[in-house]
Structures are given as structure tokens and as C-alpha cells.
């Protein structure tokens, strides 16, 4: 026996010995009774983990006034980071049980030592992966990441985890050096590559989508090149899904929204202003000098009246204006005084290039109420008022003649 043996094993060897076992058996059984005395004190090493440290740890961050520590500290994050010590222990302790059971074998003690790395490795890249998830779930509960495409950088990080954990083990199994074995996969680059196309462009896409700020969960985008038109509601490394109006489910790789143009309609609603615009055609032949009579019947009808007031009608140098553009002025001040467009922005009615179709009428200007539905209402009561005034200018609205047009 060493002189290192503790007492108990002495006691127990002596006590085989005056019990008749032969030195042989003694000594193999001196090997066992250490194995199960490391597995024990492992074992109470571990339940000394679980029931007090990371209860006493618990208890510490629930007293605490901050909220990122209960996430950092959670149960399953201190759980793994408590299994990560019995492969260090059973490493320490694994000389004296070789020594004990008299393993003489170097491929049986290379292999054991082999299980253990790996075992340490896994339980570290386990108790990476949650603190990953934790971090993941903090940064979600701020106010400044709402929305932002984050999970698609947590599925970054954690496919670079995975190829370390990969190379790690795969080095303790060959038993070489980790940068050996990187360096043996750099003539392999192109064939990884070709395998992990997506991935390792969804990657830098997402990292560039994350960092331009270019996109986030909510969003409205359209990109009319794919059939894209919807809300975003998730981001990760190889796909974005998309919430049509139809309430089906698109899907589209992140790089797409790098390499090809595609609409954000955020910015919209964060600008307080939504845009209207529209156009009616006028028939040319309608277009005429605004005589005293039409501007005197303007000045006194309700529907016009207020319009007129303020409204020129002739120009600085004297010329009669028409009655075209006295429709023009007077639906740019109907537009002005609306209560429901933003006159922070720009706000115009004009002409422009005559067509075929007639003197095409342009209004352009935004609502202040973003929202789809009351913008539509508020789009069609203007377009339907602006319509409806054009006979009291003595102007036709131009449309292609029907089939009543040609009975007459």
C-alpha cells in the first residue's frame, strides 16, 4: 500500500487481509472503494451546489432591486455551470484512480482522459448556450432592442459555438492541437462554404440589416420584385417571415434584403405623416378665362366661398386667370385648411404634362393620421370633395366614354 492511502482504505485493506482475501484481491478492492469514494464526494459536491450555493445565489438576486441579475443568475444557467464541475473533479481525481485500479493500459487511460475533456467541453459550451439564451432574453426587455433582429445574431453566436465545441472535440478524439486542426479545415474552406451558403449569408446579412437598423419585428416592408407586402414578425439567420394582409406566412432569406430594394414603411409612421397622391384628368376642352360671372357665382356659393377668399384672379402681370387655375388654387386652399393634414410637410396641387387623356390635376400631400384605415377614409372624403367642385368651375373630369355615351 502507497503511503498516501487515507486511514479508511488502510483499515479496509487490513481488515480484507485478516479476513482471508489474498493481497491480489485486497488491493483490486482498495481501487473500487476510492472510485466509489470519489463518485461520492462528486456527488456531494454537486447536491452541496445545487441545494446551497445556487439557492443562497437565488436568494441574493431576488433581494436585489435590478432585474438583469434574476435573468443572468437563472436557475438553468447556475445548474449548468454547476455540472461543469464534476468532470474538473473526476479529472483531478482520475491519477489516483488509475494508480488504485492499477490501469496500466495508455490507450485505456488515454481514452478516460479523452471523456472527460469531452465531457467538460459539452458542459461549457451548455452553460455557454444558456448564458447566450439569457442575455438573448435581457436584451429583448430593453426599450432600445424592440423588435430589432436579434435572435438572428443569438443564432450566430450560437452556430459559432457549435463549430468550436465541433473542433474541440474532434482534437482531444485525434489528440492534436485545435489550431493544427483549423488549419487543415482552411483547404476545405470552399466545399464548407458552398455547404453553408445561406447561413453565412443570412449571417452578414442579418449583422448588416442589425447594424444599418434596417429593418426590425413589426415592420412594415414591401419589395414588389418578390410579391413582398407585409408585417415582420421574425428575424432569424436564414429566414425573415413576413405577415401578408392575407394573413399568409412569406418567407425570404435575409441577403435578399441586401442585395435587392425593398420599401420600409416605418419610417412613415415614425414621421407623423402619411402621403396622398393623386390625380384627375381634365377634359381640355373645358378649359377656359374665368369671365365676372363664373368668379362672381365662386364668390357666392356655399361650396366655394370661403375658398375664393384670399384667391387671386389674375396674375401680377395681369393676365385673366382660367378656370383651371382657379380650381387649382382653391383645392390647394381647401387642402391647406383641413384640419386633418399635416402642414409641416410639403403640401401642392399643380399640372401636369397634358396626355391623350387630358390636363392630368395633381394633389400631393400628407394626413397626420398614419394609420391605413383612417388615411383611406380621409383619402377618399378629399379626392371626392376635390371631384365633386370641378362643375362649379365650368370643368368636365375626363373619362373614357362608356357604353350610355354612345347611346346618346
Known sequence: M???????????????????????????????????????????????MRRGVIRFVHWIVHRSKFTWDEIIFDDKVMRRLSNILMPIIFKIALPSVIFALNITGKWLQGALYSLLDIWIVLAGLL???SLLKALYELLEQRPGMQGKPIRGLLQTCQVILLIIGLILIISILVN??????????????????????????????????????MLKVGDWIEMPSRGIDGI????????????????????????LLISEPFDNWQAMFESGGRRIKRSLKVDITSLAFADDALIERLRTNEATSKLME??????????????????????????????????????MVRQLQPTEWGLP???????????????EHLQTEIVSHVLALAPLFDIRVYQAPTTMDLRR
Not at 487490513?14 to 489474498?22: I, P, W
Not at 415582420?232 to 441577403?255: C, D, G, M, S
Not at 389674375?314 to 387642402?335: A, P, Q
Open 361 to 375: 390635376i395633381e394633389m400631393y400631400f400628407f394626413t397626420s393620421d398614419v394609420k391605413w384605415i383612417p388615411h
Open 310 to 347: 384670399g384667391v387671386a384672379t389674375e396674375s401680377l402681370e395681369g393676365v385673366r386667370f382660367t378656370n383651371v387655375d382657379l380650381y387649382i388654387r382653391c383645392v390647394n386652399r381647401f387642402i391647406d385648411m383641413h384640419p386633418r393634414v399635416n402642414h409641416n410637410m410639403l403640401s
Open 176 to 213: 492534436k492541437s485545435p489550431i493544427l486542426l483549423l488549419t487543415g479545415l482552411g483547404a476545405s474552406a470552399a466545399v464548407i462554404s458552398f455547404i453553408f451558403k445561406d447561413s453565412l449569408m443570412g449571417l452578414i446579412a442579418g449583422i448588416q440589416l442589425s447594424l444599418n437598423n
Open 127 to 129: 452553460f455557454v448556450y
Open 232 to 255: 415582420v414578425e421574425e428575424v432569424t439567420l436564414t429566414t425573415i417571415k413576413i405577415r401578408a394582409w392575407n394573413n399568409t406566412l412569406q418567407t425570404i432569406p435575409p441577403y
Open 2 to 48: 502507497d503511503i498516501s492511502t487515507p486511514q479508511l482504505l488502510k483499515w479496509l485493506h487490513k481488515l480484507m487481509l485478516d479476513g482471508g482475501f489474498s493481497q491480489e484481491t485486497a488491493d483490486a478492492l482498495d481501487g473500487w472503494f476510492m472510485l466509489v469514494g470519489i463518485i461520492a464526494c462528486v456527488l456531494l459536491i454537486h447536491a452541496i
